[in-house]
């Protein structure tokens, strides 16, 4: 079970950050990240982060996504800066293995909004 949060209407070049908590599973023994479906538009994986704590992000985000997470408390973040209007779409917490989908899985969460707009 994946809840995000977090999201919300925030103009170019700000910043938001997003929470998930997981439930369900073994949270610490997977690879977590997040995909993003902006209207009309094929999901994309914007990065993940391994159980170490190291990163990858899509070409997209790098250097202004940061994706972290905190194993004690099965939270998973991602922290957007210098966000630009084609960052709009829905955001999703997921497993590494869903990083292929087409569209979001049926187990995720609802996603939560992030609007980049002046």
């Known amino acids: 079970h994946l809840v995000e949060s977090g999201g919300g209407l925030v103009q170019p070049g700000g910043s938001l950050r997003l929470s998930c908590i997981a439930s369900?599973?073994?949270?610490?023994?997977?690879?977590m990240g997040w995909a993003r479906q902006a209207p009309g538009k094929r999901l994309e994986w914007v990065g993940h982060?391994?159980?170490?704590?190291?990163?990858y992000y899509s070409e997209s985000v790098r250097g202004r996504f940061t994706i972290s997470r905190d194993n004690a408390k099965n939270m998973l973040y991602l922290q957007m800066d210098s966000l630009k209007s084609e960052d709009t779409g829905v955001y999703y917490c997921?497993?590494?293995?869903?990083?292929?989908?087409?569209?979001?899985?049926?187990?995720w969460g609802q996603g939560t909004q992030v609007t980049v707009s002046s």
């Open positions: 997921a497993p590494e293995t869903d990083a292929g989908n087409s569209r979001p899985g049926d187990y």
């Open positions: 369900g599973f073994n949270f610490s023994a997977r690879v």
């Open positions: 982060v391994y159980r170490d704590s190291t990163t």
